[in-house]
Structure formats: structure tokens, C-alpha cells
């Protein structure tokens, strides 16, 4: 079953410390390392300030540049994991580093949603 590990954290204390970028980098480098064999996808996000959100309102294309709600944890990125159960997942998720300080949500991947796209697109859906 595929799951979705949600990374979230205080990317300002990071951004500040070249030191503890590095230290922060060797440690996610240890827990890709550790599943690369189940990781099925993935990538670390840039900035909230880096986004632009889009959204269709009466017909109108809106769109809105930097985050859209301020907050002190950001998702900051994700891993798509193949594992057998949500045990798995949540055992996974622990050995991420930010869930020392901060936090990671597991969700499993709407498969059933992703077949229907796939049926529906004409076998276009990855």
C-alpha cells in the first residue's frame, strides 16, 4: 500500500543556521538511505513565499503569490512510501528527523481514486 509521509516544520530556524542545514540534510540522507527501497516518490518543498495559489472562482482565475495562511510549520516537503500497513508507515514516519521537532502526517494514497483517473484519462494517469 502506498502512504504519504507529510513533512512538516519551522523552516526559519533552518534557513538561519548553515550548520544545522548541513546536520538536517546528513539526517534525512541516513533515512533515505535506511527506505530506499520502498520510497516511491518524493522532494523537499521551497518556501511558502516561493508558492502561487490558484483558484477558479466564477469563472475567474485567481491567483494569490506567498502563502496563503500564515503559520509557523510549513509543509516543508514529503515521501511517498510502498509499505504493507500503516504500522509500517507510522514506524517510518518516526525515523524521520523533523519528527523530533516537528512534524509528520501520515496519509495513505487514494489508489482507488488514482485508478479511476487512470480509466477515465485513457491509461494517462501515472
Known sequence: MLYTLLIYENAEELATDPEAQ????AEFGEF???V???IRGGAPLKLPEDATTI???NGETITTDGP????KEILAGFFIL???NLDEALAAAAKIPVAR???VEVRPVATELQEMVNEESGGQHP
Not at 496563503?68 to 503559520?71: L, M, N, P, S, Y
Open 22 to 25: 548541513r546536520k538536517h540534510a
Open 32 to 34: 533515505v538511505a535506511a
Open 36 to 38: 530506499a527501497d520502498k
Open 55 to 57: 483558484r477558479i472562482r
Open 82 to 84: 510502498e509499505l504493507d
Open 68 to 71: 496563503f495562511a500564515e503559520t
Open 101 to 103: 521537532y516537528g512534524a
